[in-house]
């Protein structure tokens, strides 16, 4: 008699766990849905700044910073990294710092 009940708990349980689950994909989903919304209403203001940084870099101004000069051989590579700190996004970050990593090691094998 204890086994059905047992598996009427579980099976209780997992039901349970399906309800949050499938709630908190309805609330991922709204989140991805308003990121979405936000990048493609700040892609205008995004594409006028590339514009402007391509207009500044190609002007032929006396003075140019060593930003603006292209570096074929640079001495020293920096990363500027941005990672998610919240929600289900632990596959995001991981597969980032990947990438990084990756990209960091064909940097030190060049000397860099």
């Known amino acids: 008699m204890g086994v059905g009940r ?3 708990t579980k099976i ?4 349970n766990t399906q309800k949050i689950t499938g709630a ?4 991922a989903v709204s989140k991805m849905r ?4 936000f990048m493609l209403r700040s892609r ?4 006028k700044m590339l514009q402007a ?7 032929q101004s006396e003075y140019r910073h ?9 001495k020293k590579i920096g990363y500027f990294v941005i990672t998610t700190d919240r929600g289900l996004c632990g596959g995001l970050n991981i597969n980032m ?7 960091m090691n064909a940097w030190q094998k060049k000397g860099c």
């Not at 308003?34 to 919304?37: G, H, V």
């Not at 710092?97 to 990209?103: N, S």
């Open 97 to 103: 710092l990947k990438v990084l990593l990756r990209e």
């Open 12 to 15: 209780a349980s997992i039901k």
């Open 66 to 74: 060593r930003y603006l000069v292209p570096n074929d051989e640079p």
């Open 44 to 47: 205008p203001y995004a594409k």
């Open 34 to 37: 308003k990121a979405q919304q």
């Open 53 to 59: 940084i391509r207009h500044i870099s190609k002007s």
């Open 24 to 27: 908190m994909e309805k609330v």
């Open 6 to 8: 047992e598996i009427k």
